[in-house]
């Protein structure tokens, strides 16, 4: 490959535009990593501290179940928000 040649992955560097919504998508993923990790460490956390006390270790499946919904719910509601300008459909 000659030094001018761009690789396909590599964006072009004149274009403001496509970096900036690389950059969006990027935080967008990692945001929605974030929710997902996290709610699965508090819900299953509650599912377990709450197992423990009852003596129903089952309740740990479903906090991180509860957790794994909750987010995809909410990654799915702002994903669809953004995707609509944020505005409501009267």
Same mark, same amino acid.
Request: glycine share 12%.
């Given at each position: 490959?000659?030094?001018?040649? %761009? ?16 950059k969006q998508t990027d935080a967008t993923m990692w *945001?929605?990593?974030?929710?997902? @990790?996290?709610?699965?460490? @508090? ?5 377990y501290l709450l197992g423990r006390w009852t003596g129903?270790?089952?309740?740990l499946l479903f906090g991180v179940l509860f957790g @794994? ?5 909410? *990654?799915?509601?702002? @994903?669809? !928000? ?5 505005? %409501? !459909? !009267?």
């Amino acid at each position: 490959m000659s030094p001018t040649t %761009r690789t396909p992955a590599e964006p072009p560097a004149d274009d403001e535009s496509v970096l900036a919504e690389a950059k969006q998508t990027d935080a967008t993923m990692w *945001t929605i990593v974030g929710h997902m @990790v996290s709610a699965i460490a @508090v819900y299953g956390g509650l599912g377990y501290l709450l197992g423990r006390w009852t003596g129903h270790p089952i309740l740990l499946l479903f906090g991180v179940l509860f957790g @794994v919904a909750l987010s995809t719910w909410y *990654t799915v509601h702002t @994903v669809s !928000k953004a995707e609509n300008g944020g505005s %409501r !459909k !009267k």
